[in-house]
């Protein structure tokens, strides 16, 4: 059964501070891996990987998909409380699954 | 452009009740979605269509039934209510392709009674 795993599953932080959101897959045939920030309502995307070890950012937001360790990171540096929210992490496959994502508070 | 709408968005059934949840997007994606969303389970998916009159079942089908007779429109169904339905139900659509990126409509709160 095809299964996505993320921890840790909440995180409480200080702005500023660096954070590291982790996902690990088991699937058949693995297609992308997708991340996703939920704030109070719908999910938005992220960031899309597809090939291992090429890191996509957008400003403060990385992300990096490990193909041979079945994983992904979520970096997000100098964290602000905007930053507040739960964290999705996706495998498609010829469907998708998420993981239960991470809820990540950041306090002033 | 509205992107993807859902109505309603907040529902009150009893058990044994039926009702039929709407979804629609303008930016004419192949392919839509149905999620349920439960406290510590993220998203698990229901139905998925691919095209105008095909649907799927994605991992946690049953009690639910779907229809895409338009390429906008992807309905989710509820014959006979159940409070294990209680949750929070979104739909999503992206271009062709279940792998690329999706657009979340702004979700539907179900109680079942």
């Known amino acids: 059964e095809d299964k996505v795993v993320q921890s840790p599953l909440s995180l409480v932080v200080h702005e500023g501070d660096t954070v590291t959101l982790n996902c690990s897959y088991e699937?058949?045939?693995?297609?992308?891996l997708l991340w996703y920030k939920q704030e109070k309502k719908a999910p938005t995307f992220l960031f899309m990987l597809t090939s291992s070890g090429i890191e996509k950012k957008s400003g403060r937001l990385s992300s990096i998909l490990d193909k041979k360790e079945l994983s992904s990171i979520l970096n997000i540096t100098a964290t602000q409380t905007g930053d507040s929210a739960i964290y999705l992490c996706a495998v498609a496959t010829g469907d998708m699954r998420f993981g239960a994502g991470t809820r990540l508070t950041v306090k002033p | 452009n509205a992107g993807v709408t859902q109505t309603p968005k907040f529902r009150v059934l009893k058990t044994g009740q039926s009702m039929t949840l709407l979804c629609a997007q303008d930016m004419n994606h192949e392919y839509m979605y149905w999620y349920r969303q439960d406290p510590g389970m993220g998203l698990r998916l229901i139905h998925y269509?691919?095209?105008?009159?095909?649907?799927a079942k994605g991992e946690v089908p049953d009690g639910y039934n779907v229809s895409r007779l338009k390429k906008q429109n992807f309905l989710l169904g509820l014959e006979s209510a159940a409070p294990s339905q209680t949750s929070v139900y979104f739909c999503?659509?992206?271009?062709?392709?279940?792998?690329?990126?999706?657009?979340f409509g702004p979700g539907t709160r179900l109680t079942v009674l």
């Open positions: 699937v058949t045939n693995f297609r992308s």
């Open positions: 999503a659509s992206s271009y062709v392709g279940s792998h690329n990126e999706q657009f």
């Open positions: 269509s691919v095209g105008e009159g095909t649907t």
